[in-house]
C-alpha cells in the first residue's frame, strides 16, 4: 500500500459537473496538501491542513473547496471549474507543517471541457 | 520574499556522462533547501534535503547537492548519469521559520541519451 493515494487517477470533466479528488494518507502525518501542476508553470500551493484545520489558502478560487474530515483524508471538491484549470492536482502529506518534507501522491489529472 | 530559479529548463547528457542541474535561491533568513525528483505519471519524490548541517548533502540514488550561501545556490550533481535518472527535477526553498511552505523552481527536464 502506497504512502499517499489519490483518486481518481484521470478525470473528466464538463464546466457544470460537481466532482470531488480523494486523498488518503496511511503515514500517520499531521499535515496534508493540494498542490496545482501546470504545464510549464511551478508548482501552486493551493491549502494546507495542519491536525484537520486548515492553515492556508492560497487564493484559490471558490470553485475549489477543500474538506480535511480527519487526518488521514482529503478532499478537494470540484464545481463550476473552468478550462484552465484542467491540470494535475497533487495532493502531499508530512509529518507536520514544519518539515518540507513532503510526501506526493501520484496525483489526479483533470481535464475540463 | 523567497524565490528559486532553476537554470535551463531542460537538460540532456549521455548515459555515463556528469548531471548537474542549477539551482539558485533567494530567502531573507537561512533557508533550508530542497530537491526533488518526479519520474512520468508520478508524483513527487524527495532526492534529498539541506537544513542547515553539513553543506554538502547527500540523497538517494547517488544524488548530491552543494549548498554555496556565497553564491546562493544548491546545485544537484551526480557523477555518472543513468537511463532511469531520466525525469524532472524541482528545487525548493523553504522558511521553516514561517510554516514550513515550500517554494518550488519551475523544473529542470533531464534526458539521458545512451
Known amino acids: 500500500e502506497t504512502g499517499v493515494t489519490q483518486t481518481p487517477r484521470h478525470l473528466v470533466m464538463g464546466m457544470t459537473n460537481k466532482k470531488s479528488l480523494k486523498c488518503e494518507q496511511h503515514?500517520?502525518?499531521?499535515?496534508m496538501y493540494w498542490y496545482k501542476q501546470s504545464a510549464k508553470k511551478p508548482l501552486e500551493l493551493m491549502f494546507v491542513?495542519?491536525?484537520?484545520?486548515?492553515?492556508e489558502n492560497n487564493s484559490v478560487p471558490s470553485r475549489f473547496s477543500p474538506e480535511c474530515p480527519n487526518s488521514s483524508h482529503l478532499f478537494l471538491h470540484l464545481h463550476t471549474l473552468q478550462p484552465e484549470d484542467s491540470a494535475l492536482y497533487l495532493c502531499?502529506?508530512?509529518?507536520?507543517?514544519?518539515?518540507?518534507?513532503?510526501?506526493f501522491g501520484e496525483g489526479s489529472r483533470l481535464t475540463v471541457l | 520574499a523567497q524565490s528559486v530559479t532553476q537554470l535551463g529548463s531542460h537538460v540532456s547528457v549521455s548515459e555515463g556522462a556528469l548531471v548537474l542541474l542549477r539551482c539558485n535561491y533567494s530567502?531573507?533568513?537561512?533557508?533550508?533547501l530542497f530537491w526533488y525528483v518526479q519520474y512520468p505519471n508520478q508524483g513527487l519524490q524527495l532526492l534529498l534535503k539541506?537544513?542547515?548541517?553539513?553543506?554538502l548533502v547527500k540523497g538517494i540514488n547517488g544524488f548530491e547537492a552543494e549548498f554555496k550561501k556565497s553564491e546562493t545556490s544548491f546545485h544537484l550533481t551526480k557523477p555518472s548519469a543513468h537511463m532511469s535518472d531520466a525525469a524532472e527535477y524541482f528545487c525548493?526553498?523553504?522558511?521553516?521559520?514561517?510554516?514550513?511552505?515550500?517554494?518550488f523552481g519551475q523544473g529542470t527536464e533531464l534526458s539521458v541519451k545512451p
Open positions: 539541506y537544513t542547515s548541517a553539513a553543506t
Open positions: 503515514l500517520g502525518h499531521n499535515a
Open positions: 491542513y495542519s491536525l484537520e484545520e486548515r492553515v
Open positions: 530567502s531573507s533568513v537561512p533557508p533550508y
Open positions: 525548493a526553498v523553504s522558511d521553516i521559520g514561517k510554516g514550513g511552505k515550500l517554494i
Open positions: 502531499a502529506s508530512s509529518p507536520s507543517r514544519d518539515t518540507g518534507e513532503l510526501f
